[in-house]
T-cell receptor, first 116, second 111 residues
């Protein structure tokens, strides 16, 4: 069974340009997460979806970041316009049931964004 | 606000050695604690999940313990191998609040 698939793996853009990341979660996983991981740091949650509903987006910089999860499956994360400080690895994860104490999150390989 | 600290930040050991990675957290009201492995340029792989009612979990050469009252967890790796070289991340879950990660311990096992 395929794991969490993300694309692209790498993206280099100039500041002020838009960029989008795509995630395909594990089949049947209702919960989808987007994290940002800066160099030398642990991942930090940007947004969490339960099916197609965003249930936690308190850490998402809404002035420039947006996300959607149409039909409760694939998701896209967009940045417009990108800033130098957005350079990081963007990780997508999925899980069966976020409310369970046994909830294991499965991560994709991530998209490494460099803003020049 | 939950804070997770991992010590040491980096560790280098010879092959075959047993080792311990440490994780501490400030708020003991947790659902679970997870240990992840991250290889360079890759995503995270879940190694062990300990529920708040449990004290330890084992998988192969890995053993993770949890002491909620003191806010500590350890990951014990027995008979280390070069293939164990990676960054190990500890993360604390508290119900519907986001997982809070430590900064990780970068492990190098030298052949």
């Amino acid at each position: 069974e395929a794991g969490v698939v993300q694309s692209p793996r790498y993206k280099i853009i100039e500041k002020k340009q838009p960029v989008a990341f795509w995630c395909n979660p594990i089949s049947g996983h209702n919960t989808l997460y987007w994290y940002r991981q800066n160099l030398g740091q642990g991942p930090e949650l940007l947004i969490r979806y339960e099916n197609e509903e965003a249930v936690d987006d308190s850490q998402l910089p809404k002035d420039r970041f947006s996300a959607e999860r149409l039909k409760g499956v694939d998701s896209t994360l967009k940045i417009q316009p990108a800033e130098l400080g957005d350079s990081a690895v963007y990780l997508c994860a999925s899980s069966l049931n976020a409310a369970s104490a046994k909830n294991i999150q499965y991560f994709g390989a991530g998209t490494r964004l460099s803003v020049l | 606000k939950q804070e997770v600290t991992q010590i040491p930040a980096a560790l280098s050991v010879p092959e075959g050695e047993n080792l311990v990675l440490n994780c501490s957290f400030t708020d003991s009201a947790i659902y679970n604690l997870q240990w992840f492995r991250q290889d360079p340029g890759k995503g995270l792989t879940s190694l062990l999940l300990i529920q708040s009612s449990q004290r330890e979990q084992t998988s192969g050469r890995l053993n993770a313990s949890l002491d909620k009252s003191s806010g500590r967890s350890t990951l014990y790796i027995a008979a280390s191998q070069p293939g164990d070289s990676a960054t190990y991340l500890c993360a604390v879950g508290s119900g519907n609040t986001p997982l809070v990660f430590g900064k990780g311990t970068r492990l190098s096992v030298i052949a």
